[in-house]
């Protein structure tokens, strides 16, 4: 117990007593810390204090570090002259990096400092130029040739300021975190970690240059968070990201304002031993973005053979049990995949797709003979709850990654191996608290309720907790929906109203009484969880209500990867695509571009990706399963 005090001391008490020689050890000090502060190898302390060599130090012991006494030569890094930057790739390592570019690891730690040996892929790492030049290969180069000078074992590097290549870019500063930048770019975190590779391991660096635009520049994804049907709002709107994700083998979380190591440790269940075991920079302390290892994830589905992906379909056709109800469906949802799979062919994917018919919830179990556990890679269905479960235990042995289009139930979400596409409503009524949270200025709020009150006493709930002092009124019908009064004037003053009713009628009739109401006061602010089609009837008129709805598909006309699907969609079947359709297409473009040759789907699912209408952020939850976390928010201003 004492032992693991000292261990979490060092998380928030971090010093050191200097002199030029020496170092006097403290709390929280170990070999790989000090080496590292002093730019010696571990090698090079041992041989200074042999009495470090098992890695035991006493608080209060003198450890000689002067780099002088080393028996390591600094001639090679005195003549080092002109100098280059890399960034690492995959599988780099400092041992492999001394191997490749035929330096010293002392030599390399002198260049780099801070060189970590938990390296991150991304990382910029300094080396002579010559030995890049002679050495690299096709290795990347980060930044143009500087002098180096150096004086005995100082080295300084000249200063290089970089400044950024267009309006898209920006230079990393001191006190930057993810949430600040979100705010600032109108971006989320995880368009930040799509636009930059390698920057979610890596953590925002001072002085590094990322994109923080051009998220709908690529024709084959593009990332936007925020649509309106005539008018986008200049407002920034609150950033729609999660902090955990996956890089790598590990799951991992993104440190935010307010974390705590105990409020960390209890989120996600784990032991501070554990914790520090994956992260030992935590040793210089808990800082908002920083990206900690959490745990390893589980073994995944591994690819037996071939390049060749073996994809099933399972859709209820019902020809087989004489069911039609959902044909119709089914025969949409294909028409989309299949113009999704003809695209992927094209661009050189190796396929082999099967579709099998699996009837409806009696009969089921009889398709799941068509599946070839053995030499199937991804299976897209089937659509009903029940069934996904049957997949799941059929297939549980080889892990094969199955794609749940509609079904997203709380008991599904312990396995590791689903995907499942649906958002969950309670993120859509998260982002109604945070959108009222940034529109409050103590009006009145309403919440337009269906006959449970579910949602709208979750939002009321959560509103009295984050605003202060306000008064929420849950109504049962927009007609309730009444202004306020000015206590100084007299004068009709403006509310906050929230429909959380999906009823096609009460849509009608909250986008009707907003439009009323609007036209006798101003500054009136609406929220809908939910669309509803007055609202793209009515836009001029909702817009002086200023109404943000919610949707979780909506296709921007005005793109030019929309333009191009909606064409060929047109062109292969004479006729636009239905809601299934779309559907069908997005879900399976968006899979197949998250697979490799291996199969290696879940190694892709951070990446945030909008296809022709659906806007895809997945999570990993604690419990095992990807969840879809993406949606549209659709604002609309006054002219």
């Known amino acids: 117990m004492i032992k693991k005090f000292f261990v979490f001391s060092s998380l928030i008490a971090f010093a050191g007593v200097f002199s030029q020689n020496t170092h006097t050890v403290v709390k929280g000090d170990n070999p790989y810390n000090i080496s590292r502060k002093y730019g010696l190898s571990i090698d090079d302390l041992v041989k200074l204090n042999p009495s470090t060599k098992d890695g035991v130090l006493r608080i209060g012991d003198v450890l000689v570090i002067d780099k002088k006494n080393t028996a390591t030569s600094t001639s090679s890094v005195n003549s080092i002259g002109k100098t280059g930057k890399i960034v690492l790739q995959p599988k780099q390592t400092i041992y492999g990096l001394t191997k490749q570019y035929q330096i010293s690891e002392t030599d390399l730690r002198k260049l780099n400092p801070n060189l970590d040996s938990n390296m991150k892929i991304g990382d910029e790492v300094l080396l002579p130029l010559d030995k890049i030049t002679k050495y690299g290969g096709t290795q990347t180069v980060a930044a143009a040739a500087v002098e180096v000078e150096t004086k005995a074992d100082v080295s300084v590097e000249k200063e290089v300021v970089s400044q950024p290549v267009d309006a898209d870019s920006y230079t990393i500063q001191a006190k930057d975190n993810y949430y600040k930048l979100s705010r600032k770019f109108d971006v989320s975190q995880q368009e930040l970690f799509a636009l930059n590779p390698g920057l979610e391991a890596k953590g925002l660096q001072p002085g590094d240059i990322i994109r923080i635009k051009g998220a709908n520049s690529a024709a084959s994804t593009p990332q936007t968070n925020e649509t309106s049907a005539t008018q986008v709002s200049q407002t920034t709107p609150a950033p729609t990201y999660t902090s955990t994700s996956t890089t790598g083998d590990y799951v991992t979380y993104t440190v935010q304002n307010g974390d705590t190591v105990f409020g960390i440790l209890n989120k996600f269940a784990i032991t501070l031993d554990d914790l520090l075991t994956l992260n030992p920079n935590l040793s210089q302390g808990l800082k908002s973005g920083m990206v900690l290892k959490i745990k390893k994830l589980d073994a995944a589905y591994v690819k037996k053979s071939g390049d060749v992906l073996n994809v099933v379909l399972m859709l209820p056709f019902g020809f087989d049990t004489n069911d039609s109800k959902y044909r119709n469906l089914s025969l949409d949802f294909l028409s989309g995949a299949k113009l999704a799979i003809a695209r992927s062919a094209a661009k050189g994917q190796k396929l082999?797709?099967?579709?099998?018919?699996?009837?409806?919830?009696?009969?089921?179990?009889?398709?799941?003979?068509?599946?070839?556990?053995?030499?199937?890679?991804?299976?897209?269905?089937?659509?009903?709850?029940?069934?996904?479960?049957?997949?799941?235990?059929?297939?549980?042995?080889?892990?094969?990654?199955?794609?749940?289009?509609?079904?997203?139930?709380?008991?599904?979400?312990?396995?590791?191996?689903?995907?499942?596409?649906?958002?969950?409503?309670?993120?859509?009524?998260?982002?109604?608290?945070?959108?009222?949270?940034?529109?409050?200025?103590?009006?009145?709020?309403?919440?337009?309720?269906?006959?449970?009150?579910?949602?709208?006493?979750?939002?009321?709930?959560?509103?009295?907790?984050?605003?202060?002092?306000?008064?929420?009124?849950?109504?049962?019908?927009?007609?309730?929906?009444?202004?306020?009064?000015?206590?100084?004037?007299?004068?009709?003053?403006?509310?906050?109203?929230?429909?959380?009713?999906?009823?096609?009628?009460?849509?009608?009739?909250?986008?009707?009484?907003?439009?009323?109401?609007?036209?006798?006061?101003?500054?009136?602010?609406?929220?809908?969880?939910?669309?509803?089609?007055?609202?793209?009837?009515?836009?001029?008129?909702?817009?002086?209500?200023?109404?943000?709805?919610?949707?979780?598909?909506?296709?921007?006309?005005?793109?030019?990867?929309?333009?191009?699907?909606?064409?060929?969609?047109?062109?292969?079947?004479?006729?636009?695509?239905?809601?299934?359709?779309?559907?069908?297409?997005?879900?399976?473009?968006?899979?197949?571009?998250?697979?490799?040759?291996?199969?290696?789907?879940?190694?892709?699912?951070?990446?945030?990706?909008?296809?022709?209408?659906?806007?895809?952020?997945?999570?990993?939850?604690?419990?095992?399963?990807?969840?879809?976390?993406?949606?549209?928010?659709?604002?609309?201003?006054?002219?």
């Open 352 to 639: 082999d797709v099967k579709v099998i018919d699996a009837g409806n919830e009696a009969s089921f179990k009889n398709s799941l003979t068509q599946i070839n556990a053995d030499n199937t890679d991804l299976i897209i269905g089937p659509f009903f709850k029940s069934s996904v479960l049957e997949v799941l235990n059929y297939v549980k042995a080889n892990k094969i990654p199955v794609v749940a289009p509609f079904a997203n139930t709380p008991d599904l979400l312990g396995y590791d191996n689903l995907i499942l596409i649906e958002t969950n409503e309670s993120v859509y009524m998260d982002r109604i608290v945070t959108e009222v949270k940034e529109a409050y200025s103590d009006q009145k709020i309403y919440i337009v309720a269906d006959s449970g009150k579910s949602r709208a006493n979750y939002l009321k709930t959560e509103l009295e907790k984050k605003l202060k002092n306000p008064v929420v009124l849950i109504v049962n019908s927009p007609l309730d929906i009444q202004l306020d009064q000015n206590m100084m004037t007299g004068q009709s003053a403006p509310v906050i109203a929230v429909l959380a009713n999906d009823g096609d009628s009460a849509g009608e009739a909250f986008g009707n009484r907003m439009i009323a109401l609007s036209q006798e006061v101003q500054n009136l602010k609406s929220f809908s969880m939910f669309y509803s089609p007055i609202f793209e009837k009515k836009i001029d008129e909702l817009s002086q209500a200023n109404l943000v709805y919610l949707m979780d598909r909506k296709i921007n006309t005005d793109g030019d990867f929309e333009k191009e699907i909606l064409a060929d969609y047109k062109n292969k079947y004479c006729k636009t695509p239905s809601k299934y359709s779309v559907i069908g297409f997005d879900v399976v473009n968006d899979m197949l571009s998250r697979e490799n040759k291996k199969g290696e789907i879940f190694k892709q699912m951070g990446k945030v990706q909008t296809q022709l209408a659906t806007k895809f952020e997945f999570e990993k939850t604690k419990t095992g399963a990807y969840v879809n976390r993406g949606y549209r928010v659709v604002r609309l201003v006054p002219n």
